[in-house]
């Protein structure tokens, strides 16, 4: 059974930094390339980062480049997103995505929340 489990969503203040992390099981996780999106509620899903199988190639949306790190561990099947200077505006529901081919798998999301 294919999940992806997402963890590490919270409230922080403006200025602060969060990492949320994703956990794959149930297919070849090495194989797909791993993106965070974020939506909030009434807009479209947007993508914030991506990282790329084999290579490790990353992208940034222009919102959290400079700020956003994207990065993945194939051993422990996880893909983390540090946060760092979060702005109000980057509070969303956080989604963790694995693609390859045709294959396309959603976690359940995690709230993260920026506010004083």
């Known amino acids: 059974q294919v999940q992806l489990v997402e963890s590490g969503g919270g409230l922080v203040r403006p200025g602060g930094s969060l990492t949320l992390s994703c956990r794959g099981s149930?297919?070849?996780?090495?194989?797909?390339?791993m993106r965070w999106y974020r939506q909030v509620p009434e807009k479209e899903r947007e993508l914030v980062a991506s990282?790329?199988?084999?290579?490790?190639?990353?992208d940034y949306a222009d919102s959290v480049k400079g700020r956003f790190i994207i990065s993945r561990n194939n051993e422990a099947r996880t893909v983390n997103l540090q946060m760092n200077l979060l702005k109000p505006e980057d509070t969303a529901v956080y989604y963790c995505?694995?693609?390859?081919?045709?294959?396309?798998?959603w976690g359940q999301g995690t709230q993260v929340t920026v506010s004083s």
């Open positions: 995505n694995a693609q390859w081919l045709a294959n396309n798998y």
């Open positions: 149930g297919f070849t996780f090495s194989r797909y390339d």
């Open positions: 990282i790329t199988s084999p290579s490790s190639h990353t």
